[in-house]
């Protein structure tokens, strides 16, 4: 069996990974794709002491820096269950079952699609999810944030100070914002919310030139010519393999304690994946970090 066994291959999972094998115990990372999230990111400006990077680059360094100590790395595996019998065991896709005294699940979330033509295309292109990451890209342009819930009226609200202008397109006929957001929201000058709005293509040559949308009430089409276009719908936890074993929130992320702790004793959690109050690279990392040191405290124990 082994002493740590990483389940996911993201930041997080990579963080935990060389703080295990630091302590010298047999140490492995089972994940679907190393690297997660970052390998879909062009530029990241906002890792602290790296002014420019890319994902992919970033991802190589990541299993680079894993792969100097002594990690079973097993990729294009998918983990499908969690169970405590004396052991921890993960159980694989393909029927393998992978035995460990501690783990530490990093699996990550994903950003939830709007699904319209033009999405895809331009992802990375004029297309983002994360105004923390990208907002600064569109200084000075105009864009628009797709969704009205807590994280789309935030997002414009970080937006609208460095864009020059920001429509919120919320598919109901009302935010679903606290009130305290909206306020704040609609204070601003160079910021218009439509509502009943349902964004139908988002359209563009080498990248986004405008966004279509049509108006649910009146059933007519509109276009607005902008630069960036920002997907607030949703950042969903990759953790529904987990049924029951280790505690959620109502969200599905996973609930975790100081040291990194899940209600599972033994099982660890960092990253995106858990109920961390904010999701970047350098959270992810210093969760793993946590959830690391947390389970060797664990093993020194017991
Ligand atoms: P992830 O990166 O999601 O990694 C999850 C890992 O788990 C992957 O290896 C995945 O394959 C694996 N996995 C999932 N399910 C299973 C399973 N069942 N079995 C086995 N393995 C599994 N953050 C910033 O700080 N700066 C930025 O500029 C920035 N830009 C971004 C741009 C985009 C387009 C996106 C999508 C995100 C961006 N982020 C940025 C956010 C950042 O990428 C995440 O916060 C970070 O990657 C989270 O790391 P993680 O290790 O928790 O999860």
């Known amino acids: 069996p082994f002493d740590v066994l990483v389940v996911g291959g993201g930041p997080a999972g990579a963080s935990a990974a060389v703080y295990a094998a630091r302590k010298g115990i047999r140490t492995g ?12 990111t062009l530029a990241i400006e906002n890792f602290i002491s790296v002014k420019h990077t890319e994902g992919p680059k970033l991802a190589a360094s990541l299993e680079e820096h894993v792969k100097q100590y002594n990690v079973d790395i097993m990729s294009s595996q998918s983990a ?10 993960v159980e ?21 699609n709007v699904g319209v033509p033009g999405e895809a295309e331009f992802k990375n292109k004029g297309v983002a999810y994360c105004p923390h990451c990208d907002g600064p ?29 920001v429509t919120v397109l919320e598919f109901a006929s009302e935010l679903k914002a606290d009130s305290v957001l909206q306020e704040r929201l609609y ?13 139908k293509e988002i359209t563009g040559t080498d990248k986004v030139n405008g966004i279509t949308y049509v108006d649910r009430e009146t059933g007519e089409e509109h276009h607005i010519e902008l630069q960036g276009v920002f997907v607030q719908i949703g950042l969903v936890p990759n953790t529904d393999w987990l049924g029951d ?23 660890y959690a960092a990253g995106d994946c858990t109920d961390s109050a904010y999701k970047q690279i350098i959270i992810s990392m210093g969760s793993g970090a946590t959830a690391a040191l947390g389970a060797f405290d664990y093993l020194v124990r017991n």
Do not use: C, Y
């Open 80 to 89: 499908k269950g969690l169970e405590k019998k004396g052991f921890v065991e």
């Open 29 to 40: 990372v089972v994940a679907e794709r190393f690297g997660g999230q970052i390998m879909d």
């Open 187 to 199: 204070s601003l000058p160079n910021v218009k919310v439509i509502k009943n709005a349902q964004t």
């Open 245 to 267: 074993s280790v505690e959620r929130t109502k969200m599905g992320e996973i609930v975790v304690d100081k040291h990194g702790a899940t209600s599972m004793p033994g099982v």
């Open 137 to 165: 890209l569109f200084e000075g342009k105009d864009v628009a944030v797709i969704g009205g819930g807590n994280s789309g009226i935030e997002a414009a609200i970080d937006l609208a100070g460095i864009v020059k202008h």
């Open 92 to 112: 694989l896709e393909n029927g393998a079952v992978l035995k460990s005294k501690t783990v530490i699940l990093s699996t990550g979330a994903r950003w939830r």
